[in-house]
């Protein structure tokens, strides 16, 4: 089972060989890949009915208990099965709609890649594992949106949503962790058997929120919707697959997956189900605006994303059992009607529901498709549509917090949804004919077959309801977490819920007939829709680049006083309290011991320092540098290190030389800095020497325990063979610190050398002067 | 004396020299530098696969006794880092057979990246706090000489501002050095950790760590001490930023980890939650300098300053979990950053620019290199099953079990900013129709070979890490109980004396 879904990937990589070489077979040939997979996984159906669950179990890794364990049970072969069924006929379809496009063969290849990517989400069963299918599945997404690169709009709406998507996966991850915390383990089936303990941990809120977020940002909901209009940039097989079928039900499927687990608890009930159905009105009232065909399909699933996330929040068995039966039901006529929408725009070069009409007679295959897929949206007997409002009605007026909330809004949506139906699988191809640029003519057989197959699945399914019920009680089961039979009938009497569904129907046939006044008058209310989370993120994006601007702004503008500035004022801030609080100070004590001659260097010392900040020309700065200099030589001299000072002497002396050699060649001093800034510096320079005195003196408040010294002086001559302590330390004991610094001289000189004799841009050697000032 | 600790920089030693004297002879000059490369990852990997089974590896050199000599000393952090180095170095001089000019080449950038090498291994295998110091000096100088080699006035400006920025923080590190030999009479780390635990944990020993804190913060580019880095890394040519990417800043945040876990770890109190805050911080500012940027250079720039941020994190939560993420976030990301800074020299000679604004097309152009790219773009932002995502969810692990849920947040936060940025040069140089009028000539057989081969081959090392986590993450674990286990160090210096440390 893993191997058989892992090598998608491989089989994503030949793609594009494939595709240049069979030509417009292409997609028939990738899609037996997934044909394959579908008919292994639907030989397992009877196994998973019988209560099975055939489960394989790879280490990835296992260091931090992390594998990648794959579990069939009812719920995870569902998806399996509409991943693997509708990605073959979605490769089909693609084969034969992107002919003649030059990337034909990357799109294939992606669409693979998704699918295996995607049937691995739904199979996992360790977190972490499927949060890698996750994210894959996000940023796969991201490469299919943008597949007409060449469009601005299709790159910004393939950024939307990986954004949006993405940071709902971090949260997902960081929920994963903190439940992993809670529950001791990764394995979801593990999380379920000790439930009631992790519901009350602390953590369970918090991780509980996260997952939600990551969810909810998935599949589409409400405050999150608006990525999945703009995802309709992708092609159309892509929206059929990702954007309605499989990716955007990835949120869905994880609360299912999770509610075994989490579900239940106030939190839970509350917030799913609140933002279930808000999600599922908006998304209706949205749908009703559109003209064109895919955004009507978008809005419409962000709709029906919606109900399931509402079911599974009410998470009732009845709800679960419907939230099942939608599931199925909604993938297959929002499949096929998003394909018909593509071979409309394909024939008919329009997706404009208001310009095309009366096309039955020239597509009579993609037609009578279109109407089985449209019924059965529009919850039409004997199609699984109308089985599955059914029970989402019967749910929704059983569920415990809220039917007289929940009742209206599923009715009040599906009856906009009905018009909505009507207008995308209906009116296209009944009534006066529209005004397309080009002359429809039907679809190869490649294209109709898809939506043939699934509205004929649509009817099929409905009218033998019956059959599937042991099938889709499996599903529920697994949602919920123990054995459950859903009861899928077509006929139940007459009842409250029979009754709601006509009155649902003619509503909705009304709206349909109106539907041009509805839209005027939901257009109307498009100027709100500036309102709306969509402008909030695009403003809160563009804040945050402005933010970044700024910053970038002032993290560039320096120069290099500034820079030193920022890393003094950082010492000081940093060590200055630091000193005050937890050193230790033994100034005073030693105060009376200094001996005149100490204090005359010192003063000696400062002077010189002073004298080189104060100098109006380079050449005094050096002398007052030099002084400096000397004074320490002699300090050193005055406390008994004659090698050291003698050392100390050379280099000073050397250096003033080598300063007065070259400061010869340069212009005199100019454009001094202002007094402000001068004295800021003073005042920084000030407290960094006061910050280095009260070091020294703090550390000078312990005793010295140089055991090294001792050492040295001892061995130097009977064991190094040497009488100068400084030069063996040097070229002995110390000798790996010399070779350092010689190499550091080589390396210095190598330097000076070649900015002598490389003058790439004979500019900059002017540029290296003014910037050393 | 154990050669595996020797090689490391006799090597780079010996290849500067022949470089040096080769510098006339091109040919020779390129030879040598190959033949360099390959014979300390040669070292390098002899030296990992000693420490594997936990052996801390010690010679004192000249074989004086610690603490009087110099030590060198290798644990598994230490020998991994000098690895990880030595791969991107071979990576920097297979790219720069096609990916430098000719007269750079000739002035000295072979020598100078080889004793840049010997720098940075001298800097990872040291247990000396004074030769740190040197090898800091020796990095110091070979990376001003390479960050202005071509004395383009852009190079000279910043590498000014790189040079004094980093002699403060060498001037801190000294007065560090200095005061604490007037504290403890000892610059052997080991040595030292041992006197300071004799010693109140709070006190003037914390006023000089605190001191180091900042002279390896400049190093490190951490918050607010990074001005030097986005003002600088840009400017030289790809292969020397690339080297400088990887490695320079990493060999910072080294000498955080190792003090900060041998020498100074007593007053944590004090310094984990300074070290978070400037980890947060750290992350942040970074990445939103990132997200304004318009230049690839720079975008990538910014985001090193951003990656140091979490690998501050891990240490500053200083559990085992996080230590080890911190040791996988850096070993991670010396591979893909410096990959990412070579991928960017490609994308200049197929695209013609680095700006945002003329690219264009790459894909069509050529699909390797958008692979290419993707790769360690994908890693830096995190995306499983790449190398970051799991450097990543150590960290944020970590947190979380720390309860730190802030900072934790921070990094998911930086994280998708990461995204977002990485996507916008992918959006902007591959995906967007290419701009008018640049047609650059395309890749020739040896283009692809020098330019491509080196960036396919660290991006293989992270998808190899990526998926084989378990391997690496198993080893920075067992690297981080080392570090968290000072005693062990401390015994394989100093002998028996030692012990009771």
Redesign the interface.
């Known amino acids: 089972m893993i191997a058989a879904v892992l090598s998608g990937f491989a089989v994503a990589l030949l793609a594009p060989a494939l595709a240049k070489r069979l030509g417009r077979g292409a997609g028939a040939v990738l899609a037996l890949y997934p044909a394959a997979l579908f008919f292994r996984f639907l030989s397992r159906v009877p196994a998973v009915v019988a209560g099975e669950t055939p489960s394989a179990s790879l ?6 208990g992390i594998s990648l364990s794959f579990r069939l049970d009812g719920l995870a072969l569902l998806m399996a099965l509409l991943v693997t069924g509708i990605g073959a006929i979605v490769l089909v379809y693609a084969g034969t709609y992107l002919e003649g496009h030059p990337r034909r063969g990357p799109l294939l290849g992606l669409l693979v890649a998704f699918l295996s990517a995607m049937a691995g989400l739904v199979l996992c069963d360790d977190l ?1 594992a499927l ?2 299918f996750w ?2 599945t996000s ?1 796969l997404s ?1 490469f299919l949106i ?1 597949f007409e ?2 469009e ?1 709009e299709a ?1 910004a709406a ?2 939307q949503a ?2 949006v998507t ?2 709902g996966g ?2 997902l ?2 929920g994963f ?2 439940l ?2 809670a529950g001791g383990t990764l394995e979801v089936s593990a999380l379920a058997a000790n439930a009631e303990a992790l519901k009350a941990h602390p953590l369970y809120l ?1 991780a509980l929120l996260l997952v939600l977020a990551g969810a909810f940002t998935k599949s589409a909901q409400v405050p999150f919707h608006f990525w999945l209009p703009g995802a309709m940039a992708a092609p159309t097989p892509v929206s059929a697959y990702l954007h309605s079928a499989t990716m955007v039900k990835a949120g869905v499927f994880l609360l299912a997956r999770l509610h075994p687990a989490l579900g239940g608890t106030r939190e839970w009930v509350w917030v799913v189900t609140s933002v279930g159905a808000a999600t599922m009105l908006t998304g209706a009232l949205l749908s009703v605006g559109q003209r064109d065909l895919k955004r009507l399909l978008a809005f419409s699933t962000v709709s029906a994303l919606g109900s399931l996330t509402m079911l599974v929040g009410v998470g009732t068995p009845a709800a679960l059992g419907a939230a099942m039966v939608f599931l199925l039901a909604h993938a297959l006529y929002k499949a096929a009607l998003f394909l018909v929408a593509g071979i409309l725009d394909h024939e008919a070069g329009t997706r404009d529901a208001t310009r095309l009409g009366g096309l039955l007679p020239l597509l009579p295959a993609t037609g009578v498709a279109a109407m089985a897929a449209a019924f059965s949206m529009a919850g039409l007997p004997p199609l699984l549509g109308f089985v599955s409002k059914e029970l989402l009605y019967d749910a929704a007026l059983r569920a415990s917090p809220l039917p007289f909330v929940l009742v209206p809004v599923a009715v009040g949506s599906n009856m906009l949804l009905v018009a909505v139906a009507l207008t995308v699988g209906f009116g296209p191809f009944t009534g006066p004919r529209g005004a397309t640029s080009k002359l429809p003519h039907e679809a190869p057989v490649a294209m109709w077959a898809g939506p043939a197959l699934l509205g004929f699945g649509s009817l099929a399914a409905g009218v033998f309801s019956g059959a599937l019920s042991p099938f889709l009680s499996a599903a529920a089961s697994s949602a919920l977490g123990h054995p459950y039979g859903v009861r899928l009938e077509l006929w139940h009497g007459f009842s409250l819920v029979l009754l709601k569904s006509l009155v649902t129907l003619v509503v909705g046939v009304a709206l349909y007939r109106g539907r041009h006044r509805l839209r005027a008058f939901a257009e109307r209310f498009a100027p709100l829709g500036a309102l709306g989370p969509a402008r909030l993120w695009r403003a809160g994006l563009a804040g ?2 402005s ?3 700024g ?3 002032f ?2 503008s ?1 120069s ?1 006083r ?3 500035r ?3 004022v ?2 000081v801030a ?2 200055g309290p ?2 005050l609080s ?3 100070f033994g100034a005073a004590d030693a105060l009376p011991s200094v001996r005149p001659i100490e204090a005359v260097l010192a003063l000696l010392v400062v002077a010189g320092a002073v004298g080189a900040v104060v100098a109006g020309s380079r050449l005094s700065a050096v002398v007052g540098l030099g002084v400096t200099g000397y004074g320490i030589a002699l300090l050193f001299l005055v406390f008994g290190a004659p090698d050291l000072s003698m050392t100390q002497f050379a280099v000073e002396t050397l250096s003033v030389l080598l300063f007065v050699a070259v400061l010869r060649r340069l212009p005199r001093l100019r454009s001094r800095s202002a007094p402000r800034s001068r004295a800021v510096d003073a005042a920084l320079a000030a407290a960094v020497g006061a910050l ?1 005195a009260g ?2 003196l ?5 005793p ?5 010294s001792g ?2 002086a001892e ?1 130097s001559l009977p064991l190094a063979k040497g009488r100068n302590v400084v030069n063996v330390i040097l070229v ?6 010399t ?3 010689i ?2 001289l ?3 000189a ?2 000076v ?3 002598v ?5 004979a ?6 002067k003014e ?2 000032r | 004396m154990n050669v595996l600790l020797v090689l490391p920089l006799l090597v780079p030693l010996a290849t500067a020299v022949a470089g040096i004297l080769l510098l006339r002879v091109p040919r020779a000059a390129r030879a040598a530098s190959a033949l360099g490369a390959a014979g300390l990852l040669a070292a390098s990997i002899a030296l990992l696969s000693a420490t594997l089974d936990g052996t801390i590896l010690v010679t004192q050199a000249g074989a004086w006794p610690a603490p009087f000599g110099i030590t060198l000393v290798a644990d598994r952090f230490a020998a991994a880092m000098v690895v990880v180095g030595a791969v991107l170095l071979a990576a920097v001089v297979a790219s720069s057979v096609r990916g430098l000019d000719a007269a750079r080449e000739r002035a000295g950038f072979h020598p100078l990246v080889h004793a840049l090498a010997m720098g940075v291994s001298g800097a990872f295998l040291t247990g000396d706090l004074f030769n740190l110091y040197v090898w800091f000096e020796v990095m110091l100088m070979s990376s001003f000489v390479l960050v202005s080699l071509g004395g383009e006035r852009e190079q000279l400006t910043g590498g000014l501002r790189y040079v004094v920025l980093n002699l403060v923080s060498s001037a801190l590190f000294l007065a560090g050095a200095g005061l604490l030999y007037g504290t403890v009479g000892t610059l052997n780390m080991a040595d030292a950790a041992v006197a300071l635990r004799a010693m109140p944990a709070q006190g003037t020993t914390s006023v000089v760590a605190a001191l180091f804190l900042l002279a390896f913060g400049i190093k490190a580019a951490a918050f607010p001490l990074f001005f030097w880095l986005p003002a600088s890394y840009h400017t030289p040519p790809m292969p020397i930023a690339a080297l400088f990417a990887g490695l320079l800043t990493k060999v910072g945040v080294y000498a955080l980890v190792r003090t900060g876990t041998l020498v100074f770890d007593r007053d944590r109190a004090f310094t984990d939650p300074l070290l978070l805050a400037v980890a947060a911080l750290t992350m942040v500012t970074g990445v939103l300098g990132a997200m304004a940027q318009t230049d690839v250079r720079k975008v990538l720039s910014f985001h090193i300053v951003s990656q140091i941020g979490y690998m501050l994190m891990g240490l500053g939560l200083g559990t085992r979990l996080a230590l080890a993420g911190t040791v996988f976030y850096v070993l991670h990301h010396i591979v893909v950053k410096g990959n990412l800074f070579l991928v960017a020299g490609v994308i200049r000679r197929v695209g013609g620019s680095f700006s945002l604004d003329r690219l264009g097309g790459l894909l069509t152009r050529s699909p390797l290199l958008a692979a290419a790219f993707l790769v360690p773009a994908l890693s830096l932002a995190g995306l499983p099953p790449l190398s970051g995502f799991w450097a990543k969810y150590l960290l944020v692990r970590a947190g979380l079990e720390a309860g730190h849920g802030a900072i934790v947040g921070v990094a998911l936060a930086v994280s998708l900013l990461t995204l977002f940025s990485m996507t916008k040069i992918w959006a902007e140089a591959f995906w967007k129709p290419a701009p008018e009028g640049s047609d650059p000539a395309p890749l020739g057989a040896g283009e692809r070979l020098s330019l491509l081969g080196p960036v396919l081959a660290l991006g293989a090392v992270t998808v190899a890490i990526g998926l084989g986590a378990g391997v690496l993450f198993r080893f920075a674990d067992a690297a981080a109980a080392q570090l968290l286990e000072p005693g062990l160090y401390v015994r394989a210096v100093l002998g028996a004396r030692g012990g009771g440390g």
């Open positions: 280490p990835f890794v296992p260091e931090l972490l949060f890698a994210e894959a940023i991201y943008g690169r060449e601005a790159r393939a950024l990986l954004l993405g940071g971090l949260a991850l960081a962790v903190l992993g915390q918090p945050l680049v933010v970044a601007k910053t970038a702004a993290l560039s320096g290099l500034q820079d030193v920022v890393v003094v950082a010492a940093l060590l630091l000193l937890r050193g230790t280095m070091l020294v703090a550390v000078h408040a312990g010295l325990r140089s055991r090294l050492f040295f061995s002995d004991f110390r000798g790996l610190d070779l350092g610094e190499t550091v080589a390396v210095a190598l330097g050398l070649s900015l004799r490389l003058r790439l841009a500019k900059g050697t002017a540029g290296a910037g050393g």
